[in-house]
């Protein structure tokens, strides 16, 4: 896959507080579906991706806050082809929700029939955003969570339907999962790794 080539792309706007993405239908995307990077407060919600490879909904880098992931539906999310020139990502390893800062929220989200994940929480903040004065001292793993309710995750081949595995998850005091659903995947349901 190329760099910044993904069907639908809030690409370092910072704030776009208004815009958003929604009722779009992805389908046989060679590379991701719909990212957020270095962009903050855009609302992406109700679009349907299927059969595509690669994370397929995705927070970039860890440098994006207050997005809305609402009542998306990603299937069949599979592998990036092994020769892809992405050696320093980790889309051989697909999460249908690909999520690098917890600081946002997914509300009525699916992910089922994941090669992965269905949800993956890979807390790490990069360049570029981690050049930006927002993020500076800033890491992602021991942020607060945003809003993680109502989301479903079944049919997953990964580690987990919903896992924080392998950066870990520092979660703060009171931090919530609320009503998740997450069934018939290969290993665990939600896999919290500290």
Not at 26 to 48: D, E, L, P
Not at 87 to 108: R, V, Y
């Amino acid at each position: 896959g190329r760099l910044g080539r993904y069907p639908l792309h809030f690409h370092m706007s910072e704030s776009v507080d208004g815009s958003t993405f929604a009722k779009n239908v992805i389908y046989k995307s060679n590379q991701r579906c719909i990212v957020a990077h270095g962009s903050h407060n855009a609302t992406i919600t109700g679009n349907v991706a299927y059969d595509t490879k690669g994370h397929c909904f995705m927070l970039e880098d860890g440098g994006e806050y207050d997005n809305i992931f609402s009542f998306n539906l990603g299937a069949k999310t599979a592998k990036l082809p092994p020769n892809t020139p992405r050696a320093s990502e980790t889309d051989s390893d697909p999460s249908t929700f690909w999520i690098t800062n917890p600081s946002n929220h997914f509300i009525g989200n699916v992910a089922a029939g994941s090669e992965g994940n269905g949800f993956w929480f890979e807390l790490k903040l990069r360049r570029p955003s981690a050049l930006l004065p927002i993020n500076q001292g800033v890491h992602p793993k021991h942020l607060a969570l945003g809003t993680f309710e109502n989301n479903t995750a079944h049919s997953n081949r990964g580690r987990a339907g919903i896992t924080t595995y392998f950066s870990g998850y520092l979660a703060p005091p009171g931090t919530v999962w609320t009503n998740i659903k997450s069934y018939k995947n290969m290993h665990s349901g939600l896999f919290q790794h500290g």
